[in-house]
């Protein structure tokens, strides 16, 4: 069996690879790849893979943009830790997925559910249950965040969304920043705030930055094709568009 590994955390791919190699059955992995854009030109170039194991959050935005950008013949199986209506999009469409950290168990028991459902996945099949899934999402989702409840001290503040300069994480905490540069903690993860912000108002150019386009000051261009911001309130970080979002980051901004 052939099968597309596409994920931008380097541990997380890398103990994908080894638990496909623990099967009984024989696994080539064809690729790795962790960006949008670049999952788009491999499928173009490349005969179809026998299945698609897709992290939903990659390098350069949402895996689901692929499926609007090219015609995928793969039947798929997401890896994530995406929000529960989307979860409950893939059970209806037969897509299946795996909460990470993944287990060896849960990764044999779907590639078992796939050669059961295999008389289902013809490429015209395939397709339309992508198209599916897509439109479940785009319709069902849930609104996006307005408002985060933040403590200070013994008081709880409400803080709007356009109240908020960025969210920043570090030590496993994640911050949000006021423009006035006041910061609080919060009980979420970027991950989690990635799929409940605005995407017209929210960016995420790195592994620790989720800016709103109004702290955004300055763009100067950066090595290896990256690009370095200034923002208000400032950062003791430097705050790096990395390179496999900067274009992505570059039409955001032109809305």
Known sequence: MKVLIIEDE??????????????AQPVTVVDRLDSVQGTVEWLQQHPAPDLIL???QLSDGLSFEIFEKVLVKSPIIFTTSYDEYAIKAFKVKSIDYLLKPIKFEELQSALEKLQQLKSEFSE???????DQL?????????????????????????????????????NELVYLFTPPGKKYVIDYTLEQLDTLLDPAKFFRINR???LHLSSIQEIHTYFNNRLKLFIQPTSAEDVIVSKGKA???KEWLEG
């Open 54 to 56: 897709s992290d939903i």
């Open 208 to 210: 620790q930055f989720i």
């Open 134 to 170: 897509l439109d479940s999402l785009q319709h069902t989702g849930k609104p996006f965040k307005k408002r985060f409840l933040v403590k200070k001290g013994e008081q709880l503040i409400p803080i709007h969304e356009e109240q908020i300069a960025y969210f920043y994480t570090e």
């Open 247 to 249: 274009k992505a980051f």
């Open 124 to 130: 015209i099949e395939n397709a339309h249950k992508i």
């Open 10 to 23: 380097y541990p997380a791919a890398e103990r994908l690879e080894k638990l496909l190699h623990k099967l």
